[in-house]
Structures are given as C-alpha cells and as structure tokens.
C-alpha cells in the first residue's frame, strides 16, 4: 500500500458525459501528478500540483482539468467524454521541496471506460 | 526534449535465472534520476528500485540492481533468483533534477516468468 487513495476505482459512464477523479496524496506530500495510461501504453503525464498551485502542464487535454484543494487532495475533472478517454488514471504523490529526485508513489488507478 | 527507449516489448525467464531489461534515455541533463517500476497484473505502480545521476555505484535492492551506464545513457534492470510473482509490466522512468520533477516513461516490458 503506497498511502495515495484514489477513488472510485472503476468508472463508466458514457460518450458526452462529465466525470470527477479523486486522489488523496500520502500523508505529508504536498505534490500530486495525474497520469494517463491507455490500454497496454506506458503513462502520460497530464498535470502537476504543487500545494495547491498548478505546476506543470503535459498532454491534456482542453477538456480535462484538474485542482488541488487547501487538504491536498487533488481532483481531476474530464468532460465531453470521447470513447478513446477510456484508460487507467493514476494519482502520485511526492514530498517535492527536498534534495530533488522525489520518488513518486502512485495510487491504485482509477479505470474509466466510456461507452 | 527526454525520451526514454525500452526495445524490448516482451520477455520471459525461467524460475529462479536471472534476466535483464534494457532501458535507454536521451538527455542534456548532467543532474537526473532513474526509476524502475513493476506494473502486475493488479495494474499497481510499484517502485522496483532507483539511481540517482549523480552516483557512480549502481543500485541494488534484494534481487534487483541496475547496471546505469551514464555516458552510453543506458539503465538496464537485473533481476536475479526469477521468481513467478516478478511477472509483469516493468516501466523505466526519467526525472530531471529541478522543475517540474515530472516522470518520463518508456513504454515498458512485459516480462514472464516461466514454472
């Protein structure tokens, strides 16, 4: 158990539709990273926040956003839901701020599959 | 721009030999950090084992080390003693030191431990 919870852990829903992602960082970790990992790919990084504030933006999509609240948990908000959206979403945590090399800590994932 | 290169999409092992993964990576950077990640079946991330740039000696956790060649870019995975549960998804990762500390993945290698 890597302490990062992520909730639900399964999703359907269908094309059009709008869904929340939810990620509780380990305790003490003040950065969360969402990844995306579609059907036998590696992970894409979508976006980073660091203690609330954005702080890195990789591939996503207009479509999706993402905030990070006062508590540190971290939600992740993906709209006009297209079938190819199915994937596995990961949640990280890391501490960020120390010596550098912040080994990350991923949730179990959040399947979606969008029908 | 990083890049991380796994060439080997699939492999299988006996129980109890010892097999290695190939990773290489593409960076300007002198300051970065190196990760393997087990990916079973479960779909967890799981931290494998970690290299800074910085170090010459290579990591070593149980029955995994690493054979990180920093001028080839090269950051191959040693598994010795196979054993059945080591079957999975191994993902190598890239972190530059500073900025946004997001990972960089290759696309994996899915190893099979054989009976």
């Known amino acids: 158990d890597s302490g990062v919870t992520q909730t639900p852990k399964h999703l359907i829903t269908a094309t059009g539709q709008r869904v929340t992602l939810r990620c509780s960082p380990r305790?003490?970790?003040?950065?969360v990273y969402w990844y995306q990992q579609s059907l036998d790919q590696g992970l894409q990084f979508l976006i980073q926040?660091?203690?609330?504030?954005?702080?890195a933006k990789g591939n996503i999509l207009e479509r999706f956003s993402a905030q990070q609240f006062p508590d540190l948990h971290s939600e992740l908000n993906l709209s006009s839901l297209e079938l190819g959206d199915s994937a596995l979403y990961f949640c990280?945590?890391?501490?960020?701020?120390?010596?550098?090399?912040?080994?990350?800590?991923f949730g179990p994932g959040t399947r979606l599959l969008v029908l | 721009a990083q890049t991380v290169t796994q060439s080997q999409p699939e492999m299988s092992v006996q129980e109890a030999e010892t097999v290695t993964l190939s990773c290489t990576y593409d960076?300007?950077?002198?300051?970065?950090?190196l990760f393997w990640y087990k990916q079973p079946p479960s779909r967890q991330m799981i931290l494998v084992i970690r290299?800074?740039?910085?170090?010459?000696q290579n990591a070593t956790e149980n029955r995994f080390s690493v054979n990180f060649q920093k001028a080839a870019k090269s950051f191959s995975l040693k598994i010795s003693d196979s054993q059945l549960g080591d079957t999975a998804m191994y993902f190598c990762?890239?972190?530059?030191?500073?900025?946004?500390?997001?990972?960089?993945f290759g696309t994996g290698t899915r190893l099979k431990v054989l009976a």
């Open positions: 926040y660091y203690n609330g504030e954005e702080r």
């Open positions: 990762a890239f972190m530059k030191h500073g900025g946004t500390y997001k990972y960089i």
């Open positions: 290299q800074e740039a910085y170090k010459q």
């Open positions: 305790s003490g970790d003040l950065s």
């Open positions: 960076t300007s950077e002198n300051n970065y950090y």
């Open positions: 990280a945590s890391s501490v960020v701020g120390g010596q550098g090399g912040e080994t990350q800590y």
